[in-house]
């Protein structure tokens, strides 16, 4: 057996609430509100669905092969040449999420805390953390998840909880938007923020019951996806669509106007950016890792510590690609789109072959 297995439901859901919960959120409502002003919400919900379809794939597909990942049992379904393709353009995909989720991390920290500091010092700050936490093996990476998660969602979700209270529900209506420009577009760009669900592939073989990986998953994109929507609907409601569009970090701002009941705090953002970080760094732990552990697998190696640092120049060279702020946007949204295909279509097409061709893996003795 390839991994020890002894993951559980609860530790396989954190790791899928905690990698989705990242560094998009501080743009989440921006991007939704471009697409359909007051229907940001729509957007979302609809986006939250198409991401859970992309998850539920994964998922059936891990609970047929339960002690491989996708980059090993492709070979099976599709043959080695095709999966070698479908499997390095994976890889590089993840790559480059990690990459661009480090110049994100830095762009906000230099524009709203550490205004003086070279972009380059916060990048590969982020990035070598995440180099050494990645030198665990699965059951260490998911215990990490499960530790940082209510570090993340409790102190999310109080804010999210005390900003409502500015919210006007006019704000919010029609419900559909008025008459939105680009609501199809919208939505891949927002699934787009789900795509790390996906290392759930690589979470299933170490689990201790695979016949539980569809409940987790559920769970771990009803958490997540809950979240993300309200965090939709607080922007929208306390900011309204027209000057939600024109802030570059909606939910930062959405974090200043709040404060604690009796004026403990009068401004939460301080306290939202440490629980933002935490969050950012588990977002880019997991892409990492599934980059490092997915590559070792393709290679036939015993192990991807060796890895670890190998990809490190690669990653912060693709990182400082981006000219600007904005420039680096444009980038996220062409790579998330893109990615989709990848992370809904690819295992769309794998889940296909495998029920015509009634392929499955060993099953596993007695679990």
Known sequence: MEYPRQVTAIQAAAVII????????????LFAVEAANTGAPLVTSLAILLAYFG??????????????????????????????????????????????????????????????????????????????STRNDVTTFTYIHHFYLPLIVFPAVLIVALSLKNAD???????????????????????????????????????????????????????????????????????????TGKLLWPTLELAKTTTLPGNILERLDAAFLAVWVTAVFTTLFSSYYFTIHSLSKKLGLRDHRSLSMFVLPFLFAVAMVPQNVLHMYEIISIVGKWGLVLTILYPLLLFIVAVIRKKRGIPMGGG
């Open 18 to 29: 905690s990698t989705i919960i990242g560094v998009g959120v501080l743009p989440l409502p």
């Open 55 to 132: 998850l539920w794939l994964v998922t059936k597909l891990g609970m047929r092969f339960p002690n491989q990942s996708i980059i090993q049992y492709s070979d099976t379904l599709i043959g080695k040449w095709p999966a070698w393709v479908g499997s390095l353009l994976i890889i590089c995909f993840f790559g480059i999420l990690t990459s661009l989720a480090a110049r994100e991390f830095g762009e906000v920290v230099i524009t709203s805390v550490l205004k003086k500091t070279p972009l380059e010092v916060t990048v590969i700050v982020m990035l070598i953390l995440a180099t050494f």
């Open 169 to 243: 529900t006019i704000h919010l209506q029609p419900l559909w938007g008025n008459d939105p420009p680009h609501m199809i577009n919208g939505v891949l760009v927002v699934a787009a923020l789900f795509q790390g669900s996906f290392i759930y592939t690589m979470v299933i073989p170490a689990m201790r019951r695979p016949d539980r990986a569809l409940i987790a998953s559920f769970w771990g994109m009803v958490i997540a996806g809950g979240l993300y929507l309200s965090i939709v609907v607080a922007a929208v409601g306390v900011f309204g669509s027209e000057e």
